[in-house]
C-alpha cells in the first residue's frame, strides 16, 4: 500500500528540481546536483552531495535541513565521493 504521507499534489518535475538546485546552493558548499529517480517505491528527487567520505553521517544540523517530501515529492540525500558529479551527472 502506497504511503499517504507522499501522496496530493506535487510539482513539476522541473520546478521541483530548479527550487530544490537554488536551495542546496543557500546550505552547501560542495559540489552537489539534483536528479529524479526511480526504485521500488516509484520516482522520487535525488539531492546528490559530493563528500569526502560517502560511509560517515551527515551532519544532524545538515540532516535536519533536508525533508522528506520536496515539493510533494519523496526526496532522498545520495552522499558520493568527490568527483561523481562530474564523473556521472555532466551530460545532464
Not at 558548499?29 to 520516482?43: C, I, L, P
Not at 525533508?67 to 532522498?76: C, E, F, S, T, Y
Amino acid at each position: 500500500m502506497a504511503n499517504l504521507f507522499f501522496s496530493g499534489e506535487k510539482a513539476s518535475k522541473e520546478e521541483a528540481c530548479k527550487a530544490l538546485m537554488e536551495y542546496i546552493a543557500e546550505i552547501w558548499e560542495g559540489r552537489f546536483t539534483v536528479t529524479f529517480h526511480s526504485d521500488d517505491g516509484g520516482w522520487h528527487i535525488q539531492a546528490v552531495l559530493e563528500v569526502d567520505d560517502p560511509d560517515e553521517s551527515l551532519d544532524p544540523e545538515l540532516r535536519e535541513k533536508f525533508d522528506a517530501k520536496w515539493m510533494g515529492h519523496r526526496m532522498v540525500v545520495l552522499k558520493v565521493p568527490t568527483g561523481h558529479v562530474d564523473l556521472f551527472y555532466k551530460n545532464k
